[in-house]
């Protein structure tokens, strides 16, 4: 039963504009939710965070929002460049409620591709 | 300097063999995992370590057994491999709950 979601398994976009990654979950006991980029080959990376207390994160041009009473978050990358174009996973786990320490519950994630 | 480390990169075996997955932290963290992305893509967490002490054991088959000398280090013994293990296996570290910090991975085939 996946508790993280990612329901679009790629994106395209034109470099400069902006790109949206949604991340839906389910379980409302999480409340510490991470966006990991990965490039082929290569290990996921972190990106940002963002905690359960806040709706907003930003990271130069990286920003993720979080809507808890819709269990939904995104990540907004403006402006998009190629160097961006990545499988991006969106992780969730529940720290401050019992959760067994570095348990992450991992998004099927969504393989965006940022063309020129 | 590679901050997380696994060794081999590849690994190709036949179905009954054992192999081991090497893994390496130089980031002075106290917590160690094991993830399975298998064909579908899923990050799936198989094993944690928290100061050499296993602390997350997922639901996987008893073939499957981690090892952590030390606190830099927690090693993959599979037994018996099957062609259902094929799959990319990653190692992290984190500190506390902090974010978690992936290996290159390493890809194994089981023929």
């Known amino acids: 039963d996946q508790q993280v979601k990612q329901n679009s398994p790629s994106l395209s976009v034109q470099e400069g504009r902006i790109s949206i990654l949604n991340c839906d979950y389910t379980?409302?006991?999480?409340?510490?939710f991470l966006w990991y980029k990965k490039y082929p080959a290569e290990g996921p990376t972190f990106l940002i965070s963002i905690s359960s207390i806040k709706d907003k994160n930003e990271d130069g041009r990286f920003t993720v929002f979080l809507n808890k009473s819709a269990k939904h978050l995104s990540l907004h990358i403006v402006p998009s460049q190629p160097g961006d174009s990545a499988v991006y996973f969106c992780a969730a786990s529940a720290i401050n409620r019992g959760s067994t320490l570095g348990r992450l519950y991992f998004g099927r994630g969504t393989q965006l591709t940022v063309w020129p | 300097d590679t901050a997380v480390s696994q060794t081999p990169k590849y690994l190709v075996t036949q179905m009954g063999n054992d192999k081991s997955i090497k893994c390496e932290q130089n980031l002075g963290h106290d917590t160690m995992y094991w993830y399975k992305q298998d064909s579908k893509k899923f990050l799936k967490i198989m094993f944690s370590y928290n100061n050499k002490e296993l602390i997350i054991n997922e639901t996987v088959p008893n073939r499957f057994s981690p090892k952590s000398p030390d606190k830099a280090h927690l090693n993959l013994h599979i037994n018996s491999l099957e062609l259902g293990d094929s799959a990319v296996y990653f190692c992290?570290?984190?500190?506390?709950?902090?974010?978690?910090?992936f290996g290159p991975g390493t890809r194994l085939t089981v023929l």
């Open positions: 992290a570290s984190s500190q506390g709950y902090n974010e978690q910090f």
């Open positions: 379980n409302s006991m999480f409340d510490y």
